[in-house]
């Protein structure tokens, strides 16, 4: 099975943030915001983007096959 990922980097911003908030080390073409890590979830799930989440929150997903990790290089 191929996998397609979303163009779309999903990051997490706290609801205090402004517009002119740094970007933490996220770039990318393409940026959703979101300011509740659930809705992050659900986003990444749906094949919306790429991003991270905390192992506690995306480890049913992983067992299911609904995400998968990234190969990430060092």
Same mark, same amino acid.
């Given at each position: 099975?191929? @996998? ?8 997490w #911003?706290?609801? =205090? !943030? =402004?517009?002119? =908030?740094? *970007?933490?080390?996220?770039?990318a073409?393409?940026? +959703?915001?979101? #300011?509740?890590?659930? !809705?992050?979830? &659900?986003?990444?799930? !749906? *094949?919306?983007? +790429?991003? #991270?989440?905390? *192992? ?7 067992? =299911?096959? #609904?995400?998968? @990790?990234?190969?990430? &290089? *060092?």
């Amino acid at each position: 099975m191929v @996998r397609v990922f979303g163009d779309y980097a999903v990051c997490w #911003t706290p609801s =205090s !943030a =402004s517009a002119d =908030s740094q *970007d933490h080390g996220v770039h990318a073409l393409h940026l +959703w915001h979101v #300011t509740d890590m659930a !809705a992050k979830r &659900e986003l990444l799930k !749906a *094949d919306i983007g +790429w991003g #991270t989440l905390p *192992d506690y929150m995306a480890q049913e997903a992983l067992e =299911s096959g #609904t995400l998968v @990790r990234l190969p990430l &290089e *060092d």
